[in-house]
């Protein structure tokens, strides 16, 4: 139960691709959940992965709600604690076979004060476990999706500046967003 160091683009362990968690229900794993929830509850993040406090597990923690000053106008997120997860991409729509990419804003806590247009899929499946070893298997979209995709890369060794296609919409929250007076990183 402690407050870790998020790790900052440039930190080559960040670059990792994550190990599957093999043992559930340990007092070990549910140290990791607690310092990685207090963490991010801290730093008023939507979400935080393993890789990001320097663990190389397949393990994501996110979550908001309407008290979260950073995301006062995003839709609720359940807090979950997401484990081995898969990310299936899905249809926007039962009668369109499309997979709908969306461009929306986004920053990261180990890319601090800076944002960027990024395309994520729109709606999505991801299944996986919780800290028990109890299956988790949900449909989503929107904000949801996007925050667990952005945290998911995380575990493959993906920050999102490596997804940008238009540069020119990326920068530093203050330039982008003058008068903000939180910054909006995940």
Known sequence: MA???ILKMGDPRLLRIAQPVTQFDADELHLL?????????????????APQIGVDLQLVIFGTDTRNPRYPDAPEVPK?????PVIIPLPASENDATLLEVEDWEGCLSVPGLRAMV???????????????DPIDRTVEGFHAR??????????GKLYPMRVRDFSRFGYTEVLFPGLDAPLDD
């Not at 990685?36 to 979400?47: E, P, S, W």
């Not at 925050?147 to 493959?156: A, N, Y």
Request: negative net charge; glycine residues 8%.
């Open 147 to 156: 925050v667990v995709q952005h945290e998911c890369d995380h575990l493959i």
């Open 119 to 133: 395309p994520r899929f729109a709606r999505i499946r991801y299944i996986g476990f919780d800290q028990y070893g």
């Open 33 to 49: 959940i607690s310092d990685l929830l207090d963490t991010m509850l801290a730093a008023d993040g939507a979400g935080l992965a």
């Open 80 to 84: 979950t604690v997401l484990i081995n």
């Open 3 to 5: 407050i870790r160091d």
